[in-house]
């Protein structure tokens, strides 16, 4: 399953994607994190971040705080009408990660890109 949403920053750093999404009208269409399982910049300030979904989970709203030592992420997810697996989706960033940390908000530790050893 493959699901890309476009995020793009306001003014002030943060930044946050609320999509339509196909939601169960059965559920009250509340919201949880989830633990991101990585990512990868394409291009300079383009990431996929890679997370995985149970059956009947979408992603919902992405969060993301620009920092100058690190980048803050954190994906909510809310019961859809979908099966679950491993999916990404897209965010654009006012600058490139150059170094910086990027940081599940979910568990406060630290993504990876899996291309990256150590």
Do not use: K
Not at 16 to 23: C, D, I, L, N, T
Not at 44 to 60: A, D, K, M
Not at 97 to 106: E, I, K, T
């Amino acid at each position: 399953m493959q699901q890309n949403c476009e995020i793009r920053s306001e003014a002030g750093g943060a930044a946050r994607y609320s999509g339509a999404m196909s939601v169960a009208p059965e559920f009250d269409n509340a919201q949880w994190s989830v633990r991101c399982r990585g990512f990868v910049e394409d291009t300079p300030g383009r990431l996929r971040l890679t997370v995985e979904l149970r059956s009947g989970e979408g992603i919902c709203d992405v969060f993301v705080e620009e920092l100058s030592d690190r980048v803050e992420v954190e994906v909510l997810v809310c019961a859809e009408l979908a099966p679950g697996g491993v999916t990404t989706t897209e965010l654009y960033l006012h600058a490139p990660l150059a170094g910086r940390r990027l940081v599940d908000l979910a568990t406060g530790a630290p993504i990876h890109d899996p291309r990256q050893s150590g």
